[in-house]
C-alpha cells in the first residue's frame, strides 16, 4: 500500500486547512496522526469504509475527516487551527493487519 499527502503549510491562528491522502488501493480503515518533536505520535482522526469517524478530543468541532472511496481518498478538513496543532501530519492506512504511513506533512500554525 502507497500512500500520498498532500496539504500543509503554514496558516495564521483561525485559519483553515485541508489534508488529502491517497492510497494505491480500497482500505479499511485510514486516518491522520500528528507528532511533535520529542512527543509521542497521537490519533487526529480515523474514518472506516463504512464511514465512522473517531476524533481526538482536542480536534472534536474543529476537525472533519470524510472520504471518497471511488478515489481511495481521505480528507481532514481543520477549522480554526490553534498554534497547538503545529506538528507533522502523517497518513496512516491499516489493511489486513498492518499498518502503513505515508510520508509527514508540516502543519505550521502561528502568526
Known amino acids: 500500500v502507497q500512500l500520498q499527502a498532500s496539504g500543509g503549510g503554514l496558516v495564521q491562528p483561525g485559519g483553515s486547512l485541508r489534508l488529502s491522502c491517497a492510497a494505491s488501493r480500497s482500505i479499511n480503515v485510514m486516518g491522520w496522526y500528528r507528532q511533535d518533536p520529542g512527543k509521542q505520535r497521537e490519533l487526529v482522526a480515523s474514518i472506516t469504509k463504512g464511514g465512522s469517524t473517531n476524533y481526538a478530543d482536542s480536534v472534536k468541532g474543529r476537525f472533519t475527516i470524510s472520504k471518497d472511496n471511488a478515489k481511495n481518498t481521505v480528507y481532514l478538513q481543520m477549522n480554526s487551527l490553534k498554534p497547538e496543532d503545529t506538528a507533522v501530519y502523517y497518513c496512516?492506512?491499516?489493511?489486513?493487519?498492518?499498518?502503513?504511513w505515508g510520508k509527514g506533512t508540516q502543519v505550521t500554525v502561528s502568526s
Open positions: 496512516n492506512a491499516r489493511y489486513w493487519g498492518r499498518e502503513y
